[in-house]
């Protein structure tokens, strides 16, 4: 078999090669999206399920009974994303704030309630796509102590988890993009 032949061939056998790694990618994404979309805490109820298909997100809205500060849902998500190659992620400028409880008054809901709030971030392998999820506990008592915030007056966890696009923050400090 000549050179030249021998070249083509092994061009082709390359090509479906990476046609057929690119076909299984694919389908595994897909998969692995599908089984996201039902993925949700045990025991979980109110649920809600909001789709906006333009922006290509989804996001899973529910309740869970768990004593502040539980982490058994960011738990729960990190060990089922690991098992689909997805993993924790933060901008340099946000590591900061990624995981941690923070409390603050949420002026926008009736009765101002006191809000006890934990977000995480998780990206795919290829960082096609992104999990956001925030978990939050509403408390209508005022009362604070030294930190300025009590621990919540209640054991209901509002969990909000939305697979979408990845998308980066920018740097803090760095300008905004105009609005059209």
């Avoid at 390359?14 to 025991?43: G, N, T």
């Avoid at 924790?88 to 949420?106: G, L, N």
């Avoid at 506990?137 to 604070?144: A, I, P, V």
């Avoid at 102590?145 to 007056?153: E, F, L, V, W």
Wanted: charged content about 25%; aromatic content about 14%; proline content about 7%.
């Amino acid at each position: 078999m000549s050179r030249c032949r021998l070249a083509k061939l092994n061009a082709w056998y390359s090509l479906c090669a990476a046609q057929i790694l690119l076909f299984h990618c694919a389908h595994a994404v897909v998969e692995s999206e599908a089984y996201l979309r039902k993925l949700r805490y045990p025991d979980d109820y109110n649920v809600r399920v909001h789709e906006r298909k333009e922006y290509n997100t989804f996001t899973i809205s529910y309740e869970a009974r768990l004593a502040y500060p539980s982490q058994g849902v960011v738990e729960f998500y990190d060990l089922e994303l690991k098992q689909l190659g997805w993993l924790p992620f933060a901008e340099p400028d946000y590591e900061d704030s990624y995981r941690k409880w923070i409390c603050f008054e949420d002026g926008m809901r009736e009765g101002t309630p006191l809000v006890h709030q934990l977000m995480a971030k998780w990206a795919s392998g290829d960082k096609s796509r992104m999990v956001l999820l925030g978990i939050r506990y509403y408390s209508y008592s005022h009362d604070k102590d030294k930190s300025g915030c009590r621990s919540p007056t209640n054991e209901i966890q509002h969990v909000n988890f939305q697979l979408m696009p990845f998308v980066e923050l920018p740097p803090q400090g760095a300008p905004l993009p105009p609005v059209n």
